[in-house]
């Protein structure tokens, strides 16, 4: 039995919970029970874990002090969606604990769990029950005890990790969601598998290999041809989550495959991954985004690579990006790895949101940076932190628009030599209601109170889709339905979506609206999206209705009534 543990030990540790998570990621974001399409939880936590792996293979850390210090830095500028940053709380307590030790026994392990559950509860204004807070809570507790029992730090792991199982299991029994559809926490469940990849660690199991990524031709051989050959330019690669299981490929297929060549398409039953040369690499994107999701997708120039290659230059790729903005950037200041942007005056505002016309939106009210992002599109930590970073302001504020990012922007408060406000805005009509209320002569304090006196002003209804079945409310839900929802409640389902346009145009009714504007997603044609226009108006003679294109993925319809 291990009964210490030294630095290298721990970062194989942390390495073994990484792989170990990131092999059952999505049986986690299957027990999101919630219909709104927000199974996420595996893969924010996964995503979060990982970035800290990435950065332990570039160092050999000897001291648990240090190894522990690297992991809750790299988790911290990692963390993705609530799950992910509580997740980096659990281990940047863990590393406070163990500051200036060499080894960790069973007593300090206990200490050190018990030390990130603090951490986890302190940032977490409404810790309930039933969560991931609850099982790393008991689980810790179990550790003390078993420390008093055998100051072994195997002994005490195995010992804290059968607590939380237990805990897990009564998880359920906590929380009314996870009652109705029968199943635990699915961000306890994650906590408990990196525990226990990392307690595998210390017994000397073998690592498991990671998953091989599906290899397609990605990159074409530049120097096969001249650069008049290349009748496509954009090398164009990307991955979308799938609306729904059965979705058929095909008509995108002839659609790709008609603007432009060298097409690949590979898919399991959630994703499809797209390869494709064309010139017009926009259609090829807004085209796939009628058959789910956009999470990723990578753009370069075939033809200025070729010459690049041609002049004896290295060829310019995505992976370079970042360096060109920090060349492109003026007034900027190094600082180790990150560019911070001089200050050009006293106010700077950026939002979180997904789809160009919303975007337009924002940057129209004042916004100096957007960060693409939004329901099961949770950035990092560091993404949002890049973005306050370059922007030439004393002062920034943040607006995260959705819940399940607030968590990860306010984060970013202690990593950045500005001043950071984050207004905790849950949806994007509230962000917009929020730098209407802005007058920049104000003081911060001033700003900050008027923006959030702003946002019960405004109330957001939203009309999105079923991931699965399940049963909300009293609601019986039927993957592939749409969901209207009205603030952060469900408000109705059903097969026709003018059914639930106009139940909510009656509510805008009820509530005397004076000002209706209506976002229609990526996936609604400017047709339909006028009869949903007039929906409202009908019921609203006397209330002002806009329509603008969103282009936003996930929901077909975001309004914001007032």
């Known amino acids: 039995m291990k009964d210490k543990i030294d630095g290298a030990l721990l970062k194989e540790m942390v390495l073994f919970g990484s792989v170990s998570i990131s092999q059952c990621k999505q049986e986690i974001n299957d027990l999101n029970v919630f219909p709104v399409p927000d199974g996420d939880t595996g893969t924010n936590m996964s995503l979060t874990i990982g970035n800290a792996a990435a950065e332990l293979r570039k160092k050999a850390p000897v001291s648990v002090d240090e190894t522990a210090k690297i992991t809750a830095s790299a988790l911290l500028r990692g963390a993705r969606g609530n ?63 078993a420390a008093a029992e055998n100051n072994s730090a195997e002994y005490v792991l195995q010992a804290a990790i059968t607590e939380g199982e237990a805990a897990l299991a009564d998880t359920v029994n906590q929380n009314p969601v996870l009652k109705k559809a029968g199943v635990v926490d699915a961000g306890g469940k994650g906590f408990l598998v990196i525990l226990s990849g990392m307690l595998s660690a210390m017994r000397g199991e073998p690592l498991p290999e990671e998953e091989a990524p599906v290899q397609v031709q990605e990159k074409a051989d530049f120097e096969l041809f001249d650069t008049g050959e290349i009748t496509f330019a954009f090398d ?40 494709v040369h064309t010139n017009i690499p926009g259609d090829a994107l807004n085209e796939s985004q009628k058959y789910g999701t956009l999470e990723l997708a990578k753009i370069e120039n075939m033809r200025t690579q070729h010459d690049d290659l041609a002049a004896g230059r290295k060829a310019q790729s995505t992976d370079d990006l970042e ?48 960060i693409s992002g939004g329901q099961t599109m949770n950035p990092s930590t560091e993404s ?93 839900i039927r993957a592939g339905e749409y969901l209207a929802l009205k603030e952060s409640d469900l408000f109705g389902s059903g097969t026709d979506i003018a059914v639930l346009l106009r139940d909510l145009a009656n509510t805008a009714k009820e509530q005397d609206a004076e000002f209706i504007t209506m976002f229609y997603g990526a996936d609604v044609s400017e047709e339909d999206a006028d009869a949903a226009r007039a929906l409202f108006a009908e019921a609203c003679p006397d209330a002002e209705v806009s329509l603008l294109p969103g282009g936003q993925p996930v929901y077909y319809y975001i309004l914001s009534i007032e």
Not at 259 to 275: A, Q, R, T, W, Y
Not at 333 to 356: D, L, Q
């Open 83 to 145: 799950s992910g940053v509580i997740l980096s709380l659990l281990f940047r307590g863990i590393s406070r604990s163990l500051k200036g030790q060499t080894y960790m026994d069973g007593v300090a392990l206990a200490n050190a769990l018990q030390e990130g559950v603090a951490a986890a509860y302190n940032a977490v204004m409404k810790p309930a029950e039933g969560t991931v807070l609850t099982v790393s809570r008991l689980a810790a507790k179990r550790a003390v005890e």
């Open 236 to 275: 164009t690669v990307y991955i979308v989550r799938k609306k729904r299981e059965d979705v058929d490929l095909n008509p995108l297929r002839a659609y790709l495959n008609s603007i432009g060549d060298s097409l690949v398409i590979g898919e399991d039953d959630e994703s499809f991954k797209v390869h």
């Open 323 to 370: 360096a060109v903005e920090a060349e492109l950037e003026q007034g900027a200041k190094e600082t180790g790895e990150r560019v911070i942007a001089a200050p050009e005056k006293k106010y700077g505002f950026i939002s979180v949101c997904a789809g160009e016309g919303i975007a337009s939106v924002f940057i129209d009210l004042g916004c100096d940076g957007i």
């Open 384 to 476: 949002i932190l890049n973005v306050i970073d370059r922007t030439p302001a004393e002062t920034v504020f943040v607006l995260p628009n959705n819940k399940n990012i607030i968590m990860a922007a306010q984060q970013c408060q202690d990593l950045s030599e500005k001043q950071i406000v984050v207004i905790p805005t849950a949806s994007v009509p509230q962000g917009m209601a929020a730098m209407l209320a802005v007058n920049v002569e104000d003081s911060v304090e001033e700003i900050t109170a008027a923006m959030n006196e702003a946002l019960p002003r405004v109330t957001t209804a939203q009309i999105t889709y079923a991931a699965r079945d399940s049963n909300i409310d009293g609601f019986d």
